[in-house]
Each structure stands twice: as C-alpha cells, then as structure tokens.
C-alpha cells in the first residue's frame, strides 16, 4: 500500500530560527515528491516538485531534499518568519501510468512564535 | 486572478439533506479533483475528472456524486448526508495529472452534517 509518513506532527519554533520537516515514503512506482504549504483556511500551495534524479532543490528560505534510496525527504526553513506557520504537507505522485495519483502526508503543523 | 473557486465556504446540513459544492475554475485546466480532508489525515481523493463530460472515481466515491458539464466547472454532490461526511472539501485542477505537473487547489468547503 502507498503511504507518506511525516514528522513531527506538530513543531513550535522562534522566529528566526531554523527547522527541519520529515518525509517517509513508500510509493511504487515513484514519479516524483513534492511539498505543498497551507495555509489555515486556505488549499495546499506548491512548493518544491522533485524527481528521483534531484538530491536538493530550494524556493527561496525554503529547500527540500531527497533521497530515493532511503525513501526519505526533507524540508529545511531557514530564518523562520511568522508567517511560515501553516502545515506542511508531503505529497508523492505514483509514476508509470496515464493518470499520475498523488498520495499525501498528514502534514506538519508548524507554528512560529515571535 | 481567480484560480479555482469553491462555493460555498461554509454549510451545515442535517443527516439526510442533500446539497451540492460547486467548483469553478478560470486557468482553462483539463483535470479537476474532488478531495477531502480530515484531522490527522492527507487528502484523499473522491472523484476526479480528466476532461469536459468525463468522470472518475478515487479513492473515497461512496456517497457522493459529481459531473462535469462544462469544462471550468466541476460539482460535487451528496445526496443522502451523513455525519462521516463531515469534513472539508478542496477542488483542484491542473493541465495534466503526470510529470511535474502541478495541482492549484482552491480555498475548502467546511461542511458539517448533524
């Protein structure tokens, strides 16, 4: 069965300081993962979409890595703001078919105080 | 700059009562989703549609309904509500559904089922 795991659940930071979001997947076969931002209230927003082939990749104070061996992913926020509280969600598209499923994460609250 | 719109945003229903959720978008995308979303859960999918008159089934169909009569609009439908229903639902479209591809969701329908 395919399934993304993610920790921590939830996480309180600092603002200004640094985080880390985990990723464990097992999705056969893998297209590619990607990690969406949601605001509360709001639809998930694309962040970061990678394939097996990409070790790191980075939108601004945010930058996700891969790796496919492990099946793991993570998502680094550097000089955390206010406004990066929302959850996280990691999502993995199934590859080798026409229709491409995307399973999603639970998501990671995260929480930045001042 | 609309993006994909979700009418309404907020419903109570009472077990037994129907209503219909009305998606519409103006990025003239080929594919539309139905999801849900549930406390300490991802999203899952419940029907989808890869193009003006067709639909599909995801994941969690039962119970609902949906159709795509004209290619910006997708509605999804309950016919007999019940409490397992309640949840918030997201709309979402996108060009294709492989690849890179990316989902736009729309704001969520909060909906309760007394």
């Known amino acids: 069965k395919n399934q993304v795991e993610q920790s921590p659940q939830s996480l309180i930071i600092l603002e200004g300081k640094n985080c880390t979001l985990q990723?464990?997947?097992?999705?056969?076969?893998?297209?590619?993962l990607r990690w969406y931002k949601q605001d509360t209230g709001r639809g998930p927003v694309s962040l970061t979409i990678?394939?097996?082939?990409?070790n790191t990749k980075s939108n601004g104070r945010y930058t996700a890595t891969l790796d496919a061996d492990t099946k793991q992913s993570s998502l680094h926020i550097t000089a955390s703001q206010l406004s990066d509280s929302a959850s996280y969600i990691c999502?993995?598209?199934?590859?080798?078919?026409?229709?491409?499923?995307?399973?999603f994460g639970q998501g990671t609250i995260l929480t930045v105080h001042p | 700059n609309a993006g994909v719109t979700q009418t309404p945003k907020f419903r109570v229903l009472k077990t037994g009562q129907s209503m219909t959720l009305l998606c519409a978008q103006d990025?003239?995308?080929?594919?539309m989703y139905w999801y849900r979303q549930d406390p300490g859960m991802g999203l899952r999918l419940i029907h989808y549609?890869?193009?003006?008159?067709?639909?599909a089934k995801g994941e969690v169909p039962d119970g609902y309904n949906v159709s795509r009569l004209k290619k910006q609009n997708f509605l999804l439908g309950l016919e007999s509500a019940a409490p397992s229903q309640t949840s918030v639902y997201f709309c979402?479209?996108?060009?294709?559904?492989?690849?890179?591809?990316?989902?736009?969701f729309g704001a969520g329908t909060r909906l309760s089922v007394l």
């Open positions: 979402a479209s996108s060009y294709r559904a492989t690849g890179f591809d990316i989902q736009y």
């Open positions: 990723c464990n997947y097992t999705v056969s076969p893998f297209s590619n």
């Open positions: 990678m394939t097996f082939s990409e």
């Open positions: 999502v993995v598209r199934v590859g080798g078919t026409s229709y491409g499923k995307l399973t």
């Open positions: 990025m003239n995308h080929e594919y």
């Open positions: 549609s890869v193009g003006e008159g067709t639909t």
